[in-house]
């Protein structure tokens, strides 16, 4: 069995920054993609970003300039760096990994979701 644990939320002012992590444990072979949704109160999951083999990486433009992401294939780690919060910004962060097992099977596991809070 695989798991996900997310840490980092938390309140912040607008303007301010939050760097959320995630680490993968369990029965993992390999790790091809990381990456973060979220999901703000009667709103559909919307993408953020993801990143394969530390290399290419990809972004929502709503946050394309002010968030980073990043990992550490070491620890199984995805980082968000956010930066310039805005209250729209508001939602449950979830991360979520594509990753295969020893039997070379591939599934995608989520996260339990962080949350994060922007005041204005």
């Known amino acids: 069995q695989v798991q996900l644990v997310e840490s980092g939320g938390g309140l912040v002012q607008a303007g301010g920054s939050l760097r959320l992590s995630c680490a993968a444990s369990?029965?993992?072979?390999?790790?091809?993609?990381m990456g973060w949704y979220r999901q703000a109160p009667g709103k559909r999951r919307e993408f953020i970003a993801d990143?394969?083999?530390?290399?290419?990486?990809n972004y929502a433009d709503s946050v394309k300039g002010r968030f980073t992401i990043s990992r550490d294939n070491a620890k199984n780690a995805v980082y968000l760096q956010m930066n310039s919060l805005k209250p729209e910004d508001t939602a449950v962060y979830y991360c979520?990994?594509?990753?295969?097992?020893?039997?070379?099977?591939?599934?995608?596991?989520w996260g339990q979701g962080t949350q994060v809070t922007v005041s204005s």
């Open positions: 979520y990994a594509r990753i295969q097992d020893y039997e070379r099977l591939w599934y995608q596991y």
């Open positions: 369990g029965s993992i072979f390999s790790i091809n993609t």
């Open positions: 990143i394969v083999s530390s290399e290419r990486t």
